[in-house]
């Protein structure tokens, strides 16, 4: 949940918009007063699909989830 003083909302209002559209909740605030909460309507809201992305990756490393060096000290 985010908290936005009246000014700011003004200012950048699409952009509250779509983190809105995206799921955040925006409340917006006169002083440190919260006034409204700004959430999408139920139908304005982007379904996901599964499996939308399918073929994004073309391929993987095979040392993919091998340990790192770096992490060595914490694991001795």
Known sequence: MATVHIH?????????????????EIII????TPLIKLVPLPEARVSRTLGR???FVRSIASDFDA??????????
């Open 29 to 32: 605030a006169k002083g440190n």
């Open 53 to 55: 992305r399918k073929g």
């Open 67 to 76: 340990p790192l060096e770096e992490f060595d000290k914490f694991f001795r």
């Open 8 to 24: 700011e909302a003004k200012t950048h209002f699409s952009k509250l918009i779509q983190r809105a559209l995206a799921g955040e």
